[in-house]
């Protein structure tokens, strides 16, 4: 399946859970905000929600300084 992701194409297997996504960028554990088709996901929906084929997908990575 071929999603964008940050606006780059990026074909994946399916199926594929937002959480296993970005385990495969390498942003497991790390704070992040993710918005899957617009819709800004909660953090407790980043495992249950599913990434098909078509979607768009943001990650932002949150970060602190001074």
Excluded at 8 to 18: A, G, I, M, N, T
């Amino acid at each position: 399946m071929t999603i964008t992701l940050n606006g780059e194409k990026r074909e994946l297997s399916p199926p594929q859970s937002v959480r296993s996504l970005l385990e495969l960028v390498g942003l497991a554990g790390k704070p992040v905000v993710v918005e899957h088709n617009r819709n800004a996901l909660l953090p407790r929906e980043i495992d249950a929600t599913t990434v098909n084929d078509g979607d768009v997908i943001e990650v932002v990575q949150i970060t602190a300084g001074g």
